[in-house]
């Protein structure tokens, strides 16, 4: 089993940045491609992006390519969600989830192990 912990989040207003990290322990972190979800007051969950289990490739929605960047160090036990020019529709609970398949998917239901979330709420 995988305990993951998210940090992080808070207020920031237009155009800012944040970075959330999500802690790991457990099992081998490394043995797990890591997800970050987000859901907003009234709305399903929904996939930010993933990275595999080696770091060396990642997959982001469309809503958020070119502005957020998914990372992760194995050594540290640690995945990470770099967020720049933040929206106000970027305003949700953020998740990181762990799974234990072998690629990267987008699919919530195919990833066993969830943090409890860190609120993100950005301020036009």
């Known amino acids: 089993q995988v305990q993951l912990e998210e940090s992080g989040g808070g207020l920031v207003q237009a155009g800012g940045s944040l970075r959330l990290s999500c802690a790991a322990s457990?099992?081998?972190?490394?043995?797990?491609?890591l997800g970050w979800f987000r859901q907003a007051p009234g709305k399903e969950r929904e996939f930010v992006g993933s990275?595999?289990?080696?770091?060396?490739?990642?997959y982001y929605a469309a809503s958020v390519k070119g502005r957020f960047t998914i990372s992760r160090d194995n050594a540290k036990n640690t995945g990470y969600l770099q967020m720049n020019s933040l929206k106000p529709e970027d305003t949700a609970v953020y998740y990181c989830?762990?799974?234990?398949?072998?690629?990267?998917?987008?699919?919530?239901?195919?990833?066993?192990?969830w943090g409890q979330g860190t609120q993100v709420t950005v301020s036009s």
């Open positions: 457990g099992r081998t972190f490394s043995r797990y491609t």
């Open positions: 990275i595999a289990r080696s770091g060396d490739s990642t």
């Open positions: 989830a762990a799974s234990p398949m072998g690629v990267i998917t987008t699919t919530a239901r195919r990833y066993d192990y």
